[in-house]
């Protein structure tokens, strides 16, 4: 049985509501963007300011910080505000991960959990047309700022993700389950990751 499940996700491929729904329907407790903010407000770091700094990790600092064990930020008060909101980040998962029964969606959390044993590694896709479709309807936005949406945010968590791991952030390799929730659909993603999770 799994009772860790990480989700990384493209931009409007529906892994944000499948971690929502499949965290509601294992009675798992839900992290996603609150990590960040939790993190941000440990650190007092402005809201307006949290995503920039996420862009402009440090890479290879981050990479030899990650290794240590619930690593917080004692010893490292020099390091750049970026590296901090990390370590924060990572804190904050590697706490839920010992609490158990989570779902954690995004922050690189599979790659920081890859060592537990009842944790599962997915990532979720769907093909272009799906997902601008997708952000068209939820964000309520025109075809041009979606299709911008689309590549910020995937910029965004690919730089983010490869920066603290040092690998590529869809490489299916990194993950147990790589799911096309454009063919799939939301609610069978869902199933499939609750069969899995038992195991």
Known sequence: MYNIITIERRYASGGNEIGKKLAEALGYKLYDRNILLEAAQKLDIPFFKIEALEESSSGNILMNLSKTPLGGLGGNKDLPLADKLFLEEKRIIEQAAEEGNCVIVGRASGYILRA???????????????????????????????????????????????????????????????????KLGIDMCVKLLMEAAKG
Do not use: C
Request: hydrophobic share 30%.
């Open 116 to 182: 537990h044993e009842n944790s599962l590694q997915v990532f979720i896709y769907a093909d272009h047309q799906k997902r601008l479709q997708r952000a068209i309807e939820k964000e309520g936005i025109q075809r041009a700022e979606a299709e911008n949406a689309m590549k910020k945010n995937d910029k965004r968590r690919r730089n983010f993700y490869n920066a603290v791991t040092n690998q590529e952030w869809d490489d299916p390799k990194h993950y147990e389950m790589y799911l096309n929730a454009g």
